[in-house]
């Protein structure tokens, strides 16, 4: 497992952007498929994208607003949010799990989470 610590939440407006980070422990980051999943109240916690070496891969929710990347050389990756929307209010977790194909959607395939950052969008 790796340790994982997602910042970059906080309170913004109908259109507005955020940038979420999330440093991970250890030197075999390249390895290591990254996810990020969102939990709104009362709802389930849901695939926003997730990012490995060789692709990226985002909820169709988010396609054309969110970008995944990486920086493997600073063993963080990062989720770009632009023309937010009230729906996209939630906890964000960032999680990691060794990469392998198959299941990428699932949360319960990913093996190290963070703690969570807030995200709310007001209308």
């Known amino acids: 497992q790796v340790q994982l610590v997602e910042s970059g939440g906080g309170l913004v407006q109908t259109g507005g952007s955020l940038r979420l980070s999330c440093s991970a422990s250890?030197?075999?980051?390249?390895?290591?498929?990254m996810g990020w999943f969102r939990q709104a109240p009362g709802k389930e916690r849901e695939f926003v994208a997730a990012a490995s070496w060789r692709e990226t891969l985002l909820a169709e929710s988010v396609k054309g607003r969110f970008t995944i990347s990486r920086d493997n050389a600073k063993n963080t990756v990062y989720l770009r949010m632009n023309d937010l929307k009230p729906e996209d209010t939630g906890v964000y977790y960032c999680?990691?799990?060794?990469?392998?194909?198959?299941?990428?959607?699932?949360?319960?395939?990913?093996?190290?989470w963070g703690q969570g950052t807030q995200v709310t969008v007001s209308s």
């Open positions: 999680a990691a799990r060794i990469d392998y194909n198959g299941r990428v959607h699932s949360s319960d395939t990913y093996d190290s």
């Open positions: 250890g030197r075999t980051f390249i390895t290591y498929r």
